[in-house]
Protein backbone atom coordinates (compact mmCIF):
# COMPACT_ATOMS: atom_id res chain seq x y z
CA UNK A 1 0.00 0.00 0.00
CA UNK A 2 1.40 3.23 -1.06
CA UNK A 3 1.81 6.19 1.60
CA UNK A 4 0.95 9.59 0.35
CA UNK A 5 3.21 12.45 1.13
CA UNK A 6 1.16 15.64 2.15
CA UNK A 7 2.94 18.50 0.66
CA UNK A 8 3.46 21.71 2.93
CA UNK A 9 2.11 24.84 0.88
CA UNK A 10 2.84 28.51 1.37
CA UNK A 11 1.33 31.26 -0.96
CA UNK A 12 2.77 34.73 -2.01
CA UNK A 13 0.69 37.40 -2.75
CA UNK A 14 -2.81 36.75 -1.33
CA UNK A 15 -5.08 38.59 -4.07
CA UNK A 16 -7.81 37.38 -5.90
CA UNK A 17 -6.11 34.78 -7.94
CA UNK A 18 -4.50 33.55 -5.21
CA UNK A 19 -7.95 32.31 -3.79
CA UNK A 20 -8.53 29.08 -6.54
CA UNK A 21 -5.19 27.59 -4.95
CA UNK A 22 -5.58 28.15 -1.05
CA UNK A 23 -9.50 26.95 -1.10
CA UNK A 24 -8.68 24.16 -2.70
CA UNK A 25 -6.45 22.67 -0.16
CA UNK A 26 -9.37 23.70 2.52
CA UNK A 27 -10.97 20.76 0.65
CA UNK A 28 -11.09 17.46 1.76
CA UNK A 29 -10.61 15.59 -2.12
CA UNK A 30 -7.16 17.51 -1.34
CA UNK A 31 -6.36 17.91 2.26
CA UNK A 32 -4.50 14.26 2.11
CA UNK A 33 -2.69 15.52 -0.61
CA UNK A 34 -1.37 18.89 0.37
CA UNK A 35 -1.66 21.12 3.46
CA UNK A 36 -1.41 25.50 3.21
CA UNK A 37 0.92 26.35 5.99
CA UNK A 38 1.26 29.87 5.62
CA UNK A 39 0.64 32.99 3.82
CA UNK A 40 3.04 36.08 2.65
CA UNK A 41 1.79 39.05 1.56
CA UNK A 42 2.58 42.83 1.82
CA UNK A 43 -1.05 43.30 3.47
CA UNK A 44 -1.55 42.13 7.09
CA UNK A 45 -5.60 42.57 6.04
CA UNK A 46 -5.84 40.72 2.84
CA UNK A 47 -4.06 37.24 5.23
CA UNK A 48 -6.76 38.04 7.81
CA UNK A 49 -9.71 37.80 5.48
CA UNK A 50 -8.55 34.41 3.92
CA UNK A 51 -7.54 33.27 7.14
CA UNK A 52 -11.62 34.23 8.29
CA UNK A 53 -13.00 32.59 4.72
CA UNK A 54 -10.93 29.09 5.57
CA UNK A 55 -12.75 29.39 9.40
CA UNK A 56 -16.27 30.41 8.78
CA UNK A 57 -16.57 28.56 5.10
CA UNK A 58 -14.01 25.62 6.38
CA UNK A 59 -14.19 25.43 10.01
CA UNK A 60 -10.09 25.51 9.28
CA UNK A 61 -7.69 26.99 12.08
CA UNK A 62 -5.80 30.34 10.74
CA UNK A 63 -2.11 29.61 8.97
CA UNK A 64 0.63 32.10 9.80
CA UNK A 65 0.80 34.75 7.92
CA UNK A 66 4.18 36.99 6.58
CA UNK A 67 4.84 39.91 5.64
CA UNK A 68 7.04 40.10 2.14
CA UNK A 69 9.99 40.76 4.12
CA UNK A 70 10.07 37.53 6.14
CA UNK A 71 9.62 34.95 2.19
CA UNK A 72 12.36 33.21 3.17
CA UNK A 73 12.03 33.18 7.08
CA UNK A 74 8.37 31.83 6.21
CA UNK A 75 10.21 29.02 4.29
CA UNK A 76 12.37 27.77 7.17
CA UNK A 77 10.14 28.27 9.84
CA UNK A 78 7.03 26.32 8.40
CA UNK A 79 8.98 23.30 6.43
CA UNK A 80 7.49 24.99 2.88
CA UNK A 81 7.67 22.06 -0.12
CA UNK A 82 6.61 24.13 -2.68
CA UNK A 83 5.43 27.89 -2.53
CA UNK A 84 2.37 28.74 -5.20
CA UNK A 85 3.18 32.55 -6.37
CA UNK A 86 0.28 34.52 -7.17
CA UNK A 87 1.92 37.93 -6.85
CA UNK A 88 1.89 41.23 -8.74
CA UNK A 89 4.20 40.44 -12.14
CA UNK A 90 6.96 42.16 -11.56
CA UNK A 91 7.62 40.26 -8.75
CA UNK A 92 7.31 36.93 -9.72
CA UNK A 93 10.94 36.16 -10.67
CA UNK A 94 12.01 37.58 -6.97
CA UNK A 95 9.91 34.68 -5.18
CA UNK A 96 10.45 32.10 -7.74
CA UNK A 97 14.19 31.97 -7.50
CA UNK A 98 14.51 32.50 -3.93
CA UNK A 99 12.11 29.54 -3.36
CA UNK A 100 14.26 27.56 -5.53
CA UNK A 101 17.69 28.30 -4.35
CA UNK A 102 15.93 27.65 -0.45
CA UNK A 103 14.98 23.85 -1.85
CA UNK A 104 11.28 24.58 -2.55
CA UNK A 105 9.26 23.58 -5.90
CA UNK A 106 7.43 26.22 -7.65
CA UNK A 107 4.15 26.43 -8.86
CA UNK A 108 3.52 29.86 -10.57
CA UNK A 109 0.84 31.40 -11.60
CA UNK A 110 1.24 33.22 -15.73
CA UNK A 111 3.19 34.53 -16.78
CA UNK A 112 6.33 33.48 -15.71
CA UNK A 113 7.85 37.22 -15.61
CA UNK A 114 7.87 40.08 -17.19
CA UNK A 115 11.53 40.76 -19.13
CA UNK A 116 13.62 38.38 -21.13
CA UNK A 117 16.61 39.04 -18.11
CA UNK A 118 14.43 38.01 -15.31
CA UNK A 119 13.31 35.13 -17.66
CA UNK A 120 16.93 34.33 -18.07
CA UNK A 121 17.98 34.72 -14.32
CA UNK A 122 14.54 32.28 -13.18
CA UNK A 123 16.11 29.47 -16.04
CA UNK A 124 19.40 29.82 -14.91
CA UNK A 125 18.07 29.10 -11.13
CA UNK A 126 16.30 26.00 -12.35
CA UNK A 127 19.02 24.65 -14.29
CA UNK A 128 21.48 25.38 -10.86
CA UNK A 129 18.77 23.91 -8.38
CA UNK A 130 17.63 20.71 -10.09
CA UNK A 131 14.10 22.14 -8.30
CA UNK A 132 10.90 22.10 -10.17
CA UNK A 133 8.91 25.01 -11.61
CA UNK A 134 5.61 24.70 -13.18
CA UNK A 135 3.32 27.64 -14.91
CA UNK A 136 -0.06 26.97 -14.46
CA UNK A 137 -1.38 27.62 -18.01
CA UNK A 138 -4.98 26.68 -17.20
CA UNK A 139 -6.09 27.64 -20.93
CA UNK A 140 -4.61 23.85 -21.70
CA UNK A 141 -7.18 22.18 -19.21
CA UNK A 142 -9.97 23.72 -20.47
CA UNK A 143 -11.93 20.43 -22.17
CA UNK A 144 -12.71 22.41 -25.61
CA UNK A 145 -9.25 23.12 -25.96
CA UNK A 146 -7.75 20.10 -25.74
CA UNK A 147 -10.27 18.69 -27.94
CA UNK A 148 -8.83 21.45 -30.60
CA UNK A 149 -5.24 20.12 -29.42
CA UNK A 150 -6.84 16.32 -30.19
CA UNK A 151 -7.81 16.95 -33.75
CA UNK A 152 -5.07 19.54 -34.69
CA UNK A 153 -2.37 16.16 -33.61
CA UNK A 154 -4.50 13.70 -35.59
CA UNK A 155 -4.08 15.59 -39.09
CA UNK A 156 -7.88 16.56 -39.78
CA UNK A 157 -6.47 20.10 -41.88
CA UNK A 158 -2.98 18.12 -42.72
CA UNK A 159 0.02 20.46 -41.89
CA UNK A 160 -0.99 23.88 -40.20
CA UNK A 161 0.27 26.91 -42.44
CA UNK A 162 -0.88 29.74 -40.44
CA UNK A 163 -3.02 30.77 -37.65
CA UNK A 164 -5.72 33.84 -37.11
CA UNK A 165 -6.57 34.32 -33.99
CA UNK A 166 -8.49 37.33 -32.54
CA UNK A 167 -9.07 37.84 -28.38
CA UNK A 168 -11.53 40.12 -27.44
CA UNK A 169 -12.09 41.33 -24.07
CA UNK A 170 -15.31 43.55 -23.30
CA UNK A 171 -15.95 46.46 -21.29
CA UNK A 172 -15.99 44.70 -17.77
CA UNK A 173 -13.51 42.77 -18.09
CA UNK A 174 -10.92 44.47 -19.89
CA UNK A 175 -11.88 47.39 -18.49
CA UNK A 176 -10.52 46.02 -15.23
CA UNK A 177 -6.80 46.00 -16.49
CA UNK A 178 -6.93 49.29 -16.63
CA UNK A 179 -8.17 49.60 -13.09
CA UNK A 180 -5.61 48.07 -11.25
CA UNK A 181 -1.85 47.92 -11.06
CA UNK A 182 -1.62 45.82 -14.61
CA UNK A 183 -2.50 49.36 -15.83
CA UNK A 184 1.59 50.22 -15.26
CA UNK A 185 3.94 48.20 -17.90
CA UNK A 186 6.06 47.99 -15.50
CA UNK A 187 4.26 45.62 -13.24
CA UNK A 188 2.64 43.56 -15.89
CA UNK A 189 4.31 43.50 -19.03
CA UNK A 190 1.48 44.98 -20.59
CA UNK A 191 -1.64 42.88 -21.94
CA UNK A 192 1.29 41.14 -24.05
CA UNK A 193 2.89 39.45 -21.63
CA UNK A 194 0.02 39.70 -19.00
CA UNK A 195 -2.92 38.76 -20.81
CA UNK A 196 -1.38 37.41 -24.19
CA UNK A 197 0.96 34.64 -22.16
CA UNK A 198 -2.47 32.29 -22.02
CA UNK A 199 -2.71 32.67 -25.83
CA UNK A 200 0.49 32.19 -26.86
CA UNK A 201 0.74 29.28 -25.06
CA UNK A 202 -1.58 27.73 -26.48
CA UNK A 203 -0.47 28.15 -29.83
CA UNK A 204 3.25 27.42 -28.99
CA UNK A 205 1.03 23.92 -27.73
CA UNK A 206 -1.75 23.08 -29.99
CA UNK A 207 1.27 23.43 -33.03
CA UNK A 208 3.99 21.88 -31.17
CA UNK A 209 6.35 24.67 -32.22
CA UNK A 210 8.18 28.04 -30.96
CA UNK A 211 7.98 31.25 -31.84
CA UNK A 212 10.95 32.56 -34.37
CA UNK A 213 10.07 37.08 -35.64
CA UNK A 214 7.32 38.94 -34.26
CA UNK A 215 6.44 41.99 -35.57
CA UNK A 216 3.75 44.04 -33.59
CA UNK A 217 1.75 47.50 -33.43
CA UNK A 218 -0.69 49.05 -31.26
CA UNK A 219 -1.08 51.45 -28.67
CA UNK A 220 -3.50 53.03 -25.73
CA UNK A 221 -6.66 53.59 -27.98
CA UNK A 222 -10.27 53.43 -26.07
CA UNK A 223 -8.60 53.86 -22.74
CA UNK A 224 -7.00 57.19 -20.64
CA UNK A 225 -7.72 60.39 -20.66
CA UNK A 226 -6.94 61.51 -23.71
CA UNK A 227 -9.03 58.96 -25.90
CA UNK A 228 -11.72 60.68 -23.55
CA UNK A 229 -11.09 63.73 -24.08
CA UNK A 230 -10.86 63.05 -27.82
CA UNK A 231 -14.62 61.83 -27.81
CA UNK A 232 -15.86 64.81 -25.49
CA UNK A 233 -16.12 62.80 -22.56
CA UNK A 234 -14.79 63.89 -19.17
CA UNK A 235 -13.71 61.59 -16.16
CA UNK A 236 -12.89 63.78 -13.63
CA UNK A 237 -11.75 61.61 -10.79
CA UNK A 238 -8.72 59.46 -9.86
CA UNK A 239 -10.69 56.94 -8.60
CA UNK A 240 -14.47 55.65 -8.50
CA UNK A 241 -15.44 54.86 -5.01
CA UNK A 242 -17.80 56.62 -2.95
CA UNK A 243 -17.00 59.54 -5.89
CA UNK A 244 -20.33 61.17 -6.80
CA UNK A 245 -19.63 62.52 -10.11
CA UNK A 246 -18.61 58.92 -10.76
CA UNK A 247 -22.18 57.24 -9.86
CA UNK A 248 -23.12 57.35 -13.83
CA UNK A 249 -20.20 56.09 -15.46
CA UNK A 250 -20.34 52.32 -16.50
CA UNK A 251 -17.16 51.86 -16.37
CA UNK A 252 -16.68 52.89 -12.78
CA UNK A 253 -15.97 50.40 -9.77
CA UNK A 254 -17.33 51.11 -6.41
CA UNK A 255 -15.38 48.66 -4.00
CA UNK A 256 -17.37 49.69 -1.09
CA UNK A 257 -20.34 47.88 -2.74
CA UNK A 258 -18.57 44.63 -3.32
CA UNK A 259 -18.29 42.49 0.15
CA UNK A 260 -15.06 40.61 -1.04
CA UNK A 261 -13.47 43.85 -2.79
CA UNK A 262 -13.84 45.93 -0.31
CA UNK A 263 -12.25 43.36 2.47
CA UNK A 264 -9.37 42.37 -0.16
CA UNK A 265 -8.16 46.33 -1.53
CA UNK A 266 -10.58 49.18 -0.22
CA UNK A 267 -10.15 47.93 3.85
CA UNK A 268 -6.09 47.41 3.07
CA UNK A 269 -5.44 50.22 1.20
CA UNK A 270 -4.32 51.99 4.66
CA UNK A 271 -1.09 49.18 4.56
CA UNK A 272 -0.13 49.30 0.88
CA UNK A 273 -1.66 52.09 -0.68
CA UNK A 274 -3.16 50.33 -3.83
CA UNK A 275 -6.23 51.68 -5.22
CA UNK A 276 -7.79 48.91 -6.89
CA UNK A 277 -10.36 51.33 -8.56
CA UNK A 278 -8.35 53.65 -10.66
CA UNK A 279 -10.55 55.63 -13.20
CA UNK A 280 -9.99 54.30 -16.80
CA UNK A 281 -9.76 57.35 -18.03
CA UNK A 282 -7.39 58.93 -16.12
CA UNK A 283 -4.14 59.66 -16.04
CA UNK A 284 -1.13 57.32 -15.78
CA UNK A 285 -1.57 54.00 -18.01
CA UNK A 286 1.27 52.85 -19.89
CA UNK A 287 -0.41 49.71 -21.36
CA UNK A 288 -2.03 49.09 -24.48
CA UNK A 289 -6.05 48.24 -25.56
CA UNK A 290 -5.42 47.51 -29.00
CA UNK A 291 -2.76 45.27 -30.83
CA UNK A 292 -1.82 43.16 -34.06
CA UNK A 293 1.09 40.67 -34.11
CA UNK A 294 2.35 39.02 -36.65
CA UNK A 295 4.02 35.50 -35.91
CA UNK A 296 6.46 33.50 -37.65
CA UNK A 297 7.19 29.68 -36.09
CA UNK A 298 10.30 28.18 -36.13
CA UNK A 299 8.36 25.10 -38.36
CA UNK A 300 6.90 27.40 -41.55
CA UNK A 301 3.86 28.91 -40.22
CA UNK A 302 2.75 32.04 -39.34
CA UNK A 303 0.06 33.68 -36.83
CA UNK A 304 -2.28 37.05 -37.68
CA UNK A 305 -3.43 37.62 -33.82
CA UNK A 306 -5.00 41.10 -32.44
CA UNK A 307 -5.87 41.89 -28.73
CA UNK A 308 -9.12 44.51 -28.19
CA UNK A 309 -9.98 44.93 -24.77
CA UNK A 310 -13.08 47.44 -25.06
CA UNK A 311 -15.09 44.68 -26.87
CA UNK A 312 -18.98 44.40 -26.37
CA UNK A 313 -18.56 40.87 -26.29
CA UNK A 314 -15.87 38.37 -24.67
CA UNK A 315 -13.82 35.49 -26.17
CA UNK A 316 -12.40 34.48 -29.36
CA UNK A 317 -12.26 33.05 -32.69
CA UNK A 318 -9.92 31.07 -34.11
CA UNK A 319 -9.33 29.99 -37.51
CA UNK A 320 -6.24 27.13 -38.49
CA UNK A 321 -5.35 26.79 -42.10
CA UNK A 322 -3.63 23.29 -43.26
CA UNK A 323 -2.96 21.68 -45.62
CA UNK A 324 -5.73 19.71 -45.97
CA UNK A 325 -8.45 22.24 -44.74
CA UNK A 326 -9.38 24.70 -42.16
CA UNK A 327 -10.43 24.35 -38.74
CA UNK A 328 -13.10 27.08 -37.08
CA UNK A 329 -12.98 27.62 -33.36
CA UNK A 330 -15.20 30.09 -31.73
CA UNK A 331 -15.74 30.63 -28.11
CA UNK A 332 -18.11 33.41 -25.67
CA UNK A 333 -16.75 33.62 -22.26
CA UNK A 334 -18.39 34.39 -19.45
CA UNK A 335 -16.98 37.77 -18.38
CA UNK A 336 -15.86 38.82 -14.48
CA UNK A 337 -14.33 41.33 -12.54
CA UNK A 338 -11.60 39.80 -11.52
CA UNK A 339 -12.00 39.18 -7.29
CA UNK A 340 -15.67 40.37 -7.18
CA UNK A 341 -18.19 38.85 -5.07
CA UNK A 342 -19.57 37.88 -8.41
CA UNK A 343 -16.92 36.30 -9.65
CA UNK A 344 -15.90 33.76 -6.47
CA UNK A 345 -19.12 32.76 -5.39
CA UNK A 346 -19.76 31.51 -9.03
CA UNK A 347 -20.67 28.52 -9.17
CA UNK A 348 -17.74 25.74 -9.10
CA UNK A 349 -16.81 21.66 -9.89
CA UNK A 350 -18.29 20.74 -6.61
CA UNK A 351 -21.69 22.10 -7.55
CA UNK A 352 -21.64 20.74 -10.95
CA UNK A 353 -24.73 19.19 -11.31
CA UNK A 354 -27.04 22.22 -10.82
CA UNK A 355 -25.13 24.53 -13.05
CA UNK A 356 -26.41 25.20 -16.37
CA UNK A 357 -23.91 25.44 -19.44
CA UNK A 358 -22.23 28.56 -18.90
CA UNK A 359 -20.24 29.42 -22.32
CA UNK A 360 -20.99 28.82 -25.78
CA UNK A 361 -17.83 27.44 -27.97
CA UNK A 362 -18.28 25.70 -31.19
CA UNK A 363 -15.67 24.12 -33.49
CA UNK A 364 -16.27 23.81 -37.73
CA UNK A 365 -14.08 21.82 -39.69
CA UNK A 366 -13.67 22.56 -43.30
CA UNK A 367 -11.65 19.93 -45.50
CA UNK A 368 -10.73 20.58 -49.15
CA UNK A 369 -13.38 19.19 -51.51
CA UNK A 370 -15.65 18.03 -48.30
CA UNK A 371 -18.36 19.03 -46.62
CA UNK A 372 -18.33 21.19 -43.72
CA UNK A 373 -18.20 19.28 -40.13
CA UNK A 374 -19.30 20.39 -37.13
CA UNK A 375 -16.88 18.98 -34.13
CA UNK A 376 -18.77 18.00 -30.99
CA UNK A 377 -17.02 19.61 -28.22
CA UNK A 378 -17.13 18.26 -24.43
CA UNK A 379 -20.09 19.25 -22.42
CA UNK A 380 -19.04 21.63 -19.01
CA UNK A 381 -21.37 22.58 -16.54
CA UNK A 382 -18.26 24.37 -14.41
CA UNK A 383 -17.08 27.55 -14.68
CA UNK A 384 -13.60 28.95 -14.59
CA UNK A 385 -12.00 29.01 -17.56
CA UNK A 386 -14.35 27.00 -19.23
CA UNK A 387 -14.25 24.07 -16.55
CA UNK A 388 -10.45 23.91 -16.62
CA UNK A 389 -9.98 25.52 -13.56
CA UNK A 390 -11.26 22.03 -11.70
CA UNK A 391 -9.45 20.02 -14.04
CA UNK A 392 -6.02 22.06 -13.16
CA UNK A 393 -6.15 22.19 -9.50
CA UNK A 394 -6.65 18.08 -9.56
CA UNK A 395 -3.16 18.01 -11.30
CA UNK A 396 -1.50 20.25 -9.79
CA UNK A 397 -2.27 19.13 -5.99
CA UNK A 398 -2.94 15.20 -6.75
CA UNK A 399 -1.50 14.50 -10.47
CA UNK A 400 -2.06 11.43 -10.55
CA UNK A 401 -3.64 11.26 -14.57
CA UNK A 402 -1.90 10.34 -17.66
CA UNK A 403 -0.94 13.41 -19.71
CA UNK A 404 -1.03 12.54 -22.79
CA UNK A 405 -1.28 16.00 -24.30
CA UNK A 406 0.95 17.34 -22.54
CA UNK A 407 -0.86 19.79 -20.34
CA UNK A 408 1.63 20.50 -17.52
CA UNK A 409 4.01 23.32 -18.56
CA UNK A 410 7.71 23.91 -16.81
CA UNK A 411 9.51 26.98 -16.56
CA UNK A 412 10.46 26.51 -20.62
CA UNK A 413 6.83 26.51 -21.48
CA UNK A 414 6.26 29.27 -19.36
CA UNK A 415 9.56 30.98 -20.91
CA UNK A 416 8.50 30.73 -24.55
CA UNK A 417 4.74 31.99 -24.06
CA UNK A 418 5.90 34.95 -22.52
CA UNK A 419 9.09 35.68 -25.07
CA UNK A 420 6.35 36.39 -27.78
CA UNK A 421 4.97 39.19 -25.77
CA UNK A 422 8.25 40.37 -24.69
CA UNK A 423 9.42 40.25 -28.30
CA UNK A 424 5.74 42.42 -29.40
CA UNK A 425 6.39 44.94 -26.86
CA UNK A 426 10.06 45.42 -28.41
CA UNK A 427 8.87 45.31 -31.74
CA UNK A 428 6.05 48.13 -30.59
CA UNK A 429 8.76 50.19 -29.03
CA UNK A 430 11.47 50.01 -31.91
CA UNK A 431 9.10 49.77 -34.62
CA UNK A 432 10.89 46.77 -36.71
CA UNK A 433 10.41 42.60 -36.06
CA UNK A 434 12.14 40.87 -32.96
CA UNK A 435 13.99 38.15 -33.52
CA UNK A 436 13.65 35.45 -30.54
CA UNK A 437 16.94 35.02 -30.32
CA UNK A 438 17.78 38.29 -29.94
CA UNK A 439 15.59 37.93 -26.17
CA UNK A 440 15.85 34.46 -25.47
CA UNK A 441 17.63 32.88 -22.70
CA UNK A 442 21.10 31.18 -23.01
CA UNK A 443 19.94 26.91 -24.06
CA UNK A 444 16.05 27.99 -24.34
Not at 156 to 175: C, K, M, P, Q, Y
Not at 258 to 283: C, I, M, T
Not at 356 to 380: C, F, M, Y
Request: glycine share 8%.
Amino acid sequence: MSIIKQKRYAIVGVGSRSRIYWEALCQKEFQPYGTLVAFCDVSKKRMEYANSIRKESYNLAPVPCYSDEKFLEMIQKEKVDTVIVTSIDRTHHKYIIQALESGCDVVTEKPLTTTADRCDAILRTVERTGKSLRVTFNYRYAPRNQRVKELLSQGVIGNILSVHFEWLLDTRHGADYFRRWHRDKRNSGGLMVHKATHHFDLVNWWLNTHPDTVFASGGLKFYGKENAELRGERYPYTRTTGIPEASNDPFALDLAKDPNLKRLYLDAESEDGYLRDQNVFGDGISIEDDIAVLVNYENGATMSYHLTAYSPWEGFRIAFNGTRGRLEYEVVETSYVSGSERDVNRPDVREAKEIEILEEASVILRPHWGKPQRIALPEVRASGHGGADAILLRDVFIGDREDPLGLRADHKAGAWSILTGIAANKSMEEKRPIRIKEIAPVGL
